[in-house]
């Protein structure tokens, strides 16, 4: 087997570093010699984006930043992780059941401390057979080949494989990610018949739900729940059952049992706000917007939605509060909480349109005319460069309504236009121009220079991991890079993470003629090789 | 708000905290044993001593979240030949340095449905015991029997004492039983066996001697 170790690429997590090094060292034993360190998870991600890793030792505990269960979330978000890569979570008994609680991103395999070198040793060696015996599977998902890699998962039943259940699983996830649900949902019931398994029930509640089979949906989540009523999911897809059917009061229970076994999650605490407003429960809806927005600060998710709802429910709660003096502060942190929006993303004119929406309500509410006028005028100004493909057409009606209060009827033609598709003039929206490494990066792009202009998208992604500019420069530098020096695995798995980032981050249903056009050369270039 | 922390909070750090040193103390006799084997007895000895203050660790841990009704389980799929390949894995520095012979005796194929952090933890257990209480020989072997998976572990040392032979569950747990590691070890044993369920039947731990060594014979059943 060291022959083996020694083609793997390694990265290994932990905020000890004593156990850093012993990790290392023992990793070294078995003939391992590609081995990356990292104290905290954040750096973690960061060395995730610009190698592909064969495996991740990652502690669970990290210290203040993120824990382990986040970095494996959000790589596998960002999709920074192929199908092939093996995850390994280093937990102590006090930490597993969190991570155990998360049910939908599970790592490939956990291994308790302390642990010696044998330990390790037998542990790595499973989890690579495994992954070897599944090679051709993952291969072919990870190049978007379903129908390849169900065929595969057969031939492996075919021979009997020992991994019988593994097999199963990956079948049934494939089918899940090809909106086969029905095939699916079969596969899990055949399972469950010889043994309950938390993930095949999680797996037919997902397939019924969405078959729109609800009675069924809840009978599988209820049934997780009955196995472990620490199974934060289970609650998340209750509640999700709940919306669907179309009943806000047990959907906004389920959420909040969520939020309780699992406060640190972004999404599902934006969720919260919107279930509280929908409920009319204001304050409630402050409170979870306040944590979405307070626990994204050291994240890369941070969504500019959760900033304008946090200053949307503090103005109805200021509007609801009968003390003006509540009433003041609350709406100076909405006014506040939508200037950091701004700064924080400053490249997205749609986004700052909604800011100026919240201005403007916000200084008519304590009868403030002429900064609301001022905010409204700003917010016009900015929609009419707000891109076809992402425009708002509710911020559009929004703005009528705003600026026929003000009476600024001057102005309403102008959005009007907007809405009717025809612009002031049709010039490229000025992306990301605020940040300096990424223009550097265009220049020294356009000099020929590639190898600097790549370490400068580099160093402007980590200073905007959201920019959807950066990253569609940063795929468009490698690209050429590739076409002048050929490719190497490094970099075309560089390129697909980019693009896999892009696609993610583009909204539905929208195309991106950059974008298109970069997926073309990639796949030219992908089938070349 | 009361600025006092709740028990559970105070142990579960501290079992944390106390873990990340016996991790350090483990690898360190590691290397010690790697770098001076004239002192592997006395390190040996050393390495025995850390993993009971281990194991005592994880199982008090264990037990008083089974108490609180606050255990998470996760019952999962496992080879069982891996699964006991890595408990002798754990114990190698000991058993290399007490020049104990091991034998695995598995068919590949045999998978049990367990939480791998309570089995690992009792079956860890009773294989850290018998490499204290064995002569040179140490067994560890799994077969399918009614519905059961049925883990064995066996040594070539003197054996249970009689009182102790048959089925465990049935013991009356006293103060005077459980002092001592074997007495506590079994108890947490019964414990975790019972935990395990499915399709009516319900795990359960059977103490022998003689068997393949003539010693004792550890038998855990799974459902």
């Known amino acids: ?529 | 708000m009361s600025n006092k922390l709740d028990f559970s909070t105070i142990l579960a750090s501290s079992v944390h905290d106390m873990k990340n040193s016996i991790g350090m103390m483990l690898f360190s006799i590691d290397e010690m044993l790697a770098a001076e084997p004239e002192n592997k007895e006395r390190l040996g000895q050393l390495h025995y001593d850390v993993l009971r203050v281990n194991n005592y660790l994880i199982q008090l841990m264990v037990l008083y979240k089974m108490d609180m009704e606050a255990y998470m389980f996760n019952v999962t799929e496992h080879e069982i030949y891996d699964f006991l390949l890595e408990q002798v894995a754990r114990n190698q520095s000991i058993i290399s340095s007490k020049g104990i012979e091991t034998e695995i005796d598995a068919d590949d194929m045999i998978i049990g449905y367990f939480d791998s952090s309570l089995i690992g933890g009792l079956v860890n257990n009773i294989v850290t015991n018998a490499v204290r209480y064995t002569d040179k020989k140490l067994r560890l072997s799994s077969y399918e029997e009614d519905g059961y998976v049925v883990i064995r572990i066996e040594d070539d040392g003197r054996g249970y004492p009689e009182q102790m032979l048959g089925d465990v569950s049935r013991f009356e747990w006293g103060v005077d039983f459980v002092s001592g590691s074997t007495g506590f070890g079994l108890y947490f044993s019964s414990q975790v066996a019972q935990a395990h369920e499915n399709d009516g039947k319900t795990g359960f731990v059977r103490l022998e001697n003689g068997g393949a060594l003539g010693g004792g014979v550890f038998s855990l059943y799974l459902p």
Request: glycine residues 4%; hydrophobic residues 40%.
């Open chain 1, 1 to 529: 087997m060291a022959e083996s170790y020694s083609r793997l690429k390694f990265i290994v997590v932990d905020d000890f570093p004593q156990f850093r090094h012993a990790v290392k060292n023992m990793l070294e034993s078995f003939g391992a010699t590609d081995i990356d360190l990292a104290a905290r998870g954040e750096d973690a991600l960061r060395m995730m984006r610009n190698h592909q890793y064969d495996v991740i030792l990652c502690d669970y505990n990290l210290g203040t930043g993120k824990n382990g269960q986040q970095v494996l979330e959000e790589a596998s978000y960002y999709r920074l992780l192929s199908q092939s890569t093996s995850f390994m979570m280093l937990t102590a008994e006090t930490s597993s059941e969190m991570v155990l609680g998360a049910l939908e991103y599970q790592p490939d395999d956990y291994l308790t401390k302390p642990f010696n070198k044998e330990m390790l040793k037998a542990r790595l060696d499973k989890v690579l057979r495994r992954s070897q015996e599944f090679m051709p599977v993952t291969l072919a998902w990870d190049r978007g080949h379903h129908d390849d890699a169900l065929a595969q998962c057969e031939g492996l039943l075919e021979r009997k494989t020992k991994y019988k259940l593994h097999c199963f699983k990956l079948k049934a996830e494939l089918l899940m990610e090809m909106k086969a649900y029905p095939r699916a949902e079969k596969i899990y019931e055949q399972v469950l018949k010889a043994r309950k398994q938390s993930w095949a029930l999680m797996g037919i509640g997902k397939a019924c739900f969405y078959q729109e089979n609800y009675p069924r949906a809840r009978e599988a989540f209820d049934a997780l729940l009955s196995m472990n009523r620490s199974f934060v999911a289970a609650y998340d897809w209750l509640a999700r059952v709940d919306e669907a059917e179309g009943n806000i009061e047990s959907a906004f229970d389920h959420v909040k049992s969520a939020t309780r076994l699992s406060p640190r999650v972004i999404d599902r605490q934006a969720w919260l706000g919107r279930l509280s407003t929908e409920s009319g429960d204001v304050q409630t809806a402050v409170n979870a917007f306040r944590t979405a927005v307070r626990l994204s600060k050291n994240s890369s998710l941070k969504r500019p939605e959760n900033y304008v709802e946090l200053a949307s429910a503090l103005l109805q709660a200021g509007n609801s509060d009968a003390d003006s003096s509540n009433k003041t502060s609350m709406v100076k942190e909405a006014l506040q909480t939508m200037v950091d929006t701004r700064r924080l993303f400053n490249e997205r004119p749609e986004i700052k349109v909604k800011t100026f929406l919240v201005d403007g309500d916000a200084y008519l509410s304590i009868g403030n005319k002429d900064d609301a006028k001022r905010a409204l005028e700003r917010a016009v100004e900015l929609y009419e460069t707000v891109e076809e493909e992402i425009l708002d057409k509710d911020d559009g009606s929004k703005l009528i309504s705003g600026l026929e209060q003000t009476g600024q009827l001057h102005l309403v033609s102008r959005v009007n236009n907007v809405l009717d598709g025809k612009r002031p003039e049709d010039e490229p929206v000025d992306e990301g121009a605020d940040s300096e490494a990424n223009e550097a990066g265009v220049s020294l792009y356009q000099q020929g220079k590639l190898e600097e202009a790549l370490e400068a998208f580099d160093k402007a992604m980590e200073l905007s991991p959201n920019s959807l500019a950066v990253h569609l420069n940063a795929a468009q530098a490698n690209l050429k890079f590739i076409e002048v020096n050929g490719a190497t695995k490094e970099r075309m798995d560089k390129v697909r993470r980019l693009l896999a980032y892009i696609k993610r981050t583009l909204l539905k249903d929208t195309s991106n003629q950059r974008f298109d056009k970069l997926l073309r050369i990639f796949e030219s270039l992908y089938n070349k090789g």
